[in-house]
Nanobody
Framework: QVQLVESGGGLVQAGGSLRLICAAT????????MGWFRQTPGKEREFVAS????????YYTDSVKGRFSVSKGNAENTMYLQMNNLKPEDTAIYYC?????????????????WGQGTQVTVSS
């Protein structure tokens, strides 16, 4: 059974940092692009960051550029999202996802496997 499990969320003050971890089990995603998305109540899930299969190409939504960094871990099937200088508007449930393609993409339709999400709350 394929599973993506996020961890590392929590409560942090504005300006602080968190590191989210996505661990995959059940199949290998070493040849897959992966991404991070987030969602707040009443809004659609939105793209945050994506990374290609090799870990060399990344994309970010404009609001997190320069603050967030996505990477793949040395351990197979692990992805990270380092979030610095967090703002209250970053508060959301963060989801990791894996795509059926090797190139990074912001398109939510390209992602077939999803985790259950981890809550990130940034206080002002």
């Amino acid at each position: 059974q394929v599973q993506l499990v996020e961890s590392g969320g929590g409560l942090v003050q504005a300006g602080g940092s968190l590191r989210l971890i996505c661990a995959a089990t059940g199949r290998s995603f070493t040849s897959a692009a992966m991404g991070w998305f987030r969602q707040t109540p009443g809004k659609e899930r939105e793209f945050v960051a994506s990374i290609d299969w090799s870990g060399t190409t990344t994309y970010y939504t404009d609001s997190v550029k320069g603050r967030f960094s996505v990477s793949k871990g040395n351990a197979e099937n692990t992805m990270y999202l380092q979030m610095n200088n967090l703002k209250p508007e970053d508060t959301a449930i963060y989801y990791c996802a894996a795509a059926r393609r090797i190139t990074a993409t912001p398109s939510i339709r390209e992602y077939d496997f999803w985790g259950q999400g981890t809550q990130v709350t940034v206080s002002s």
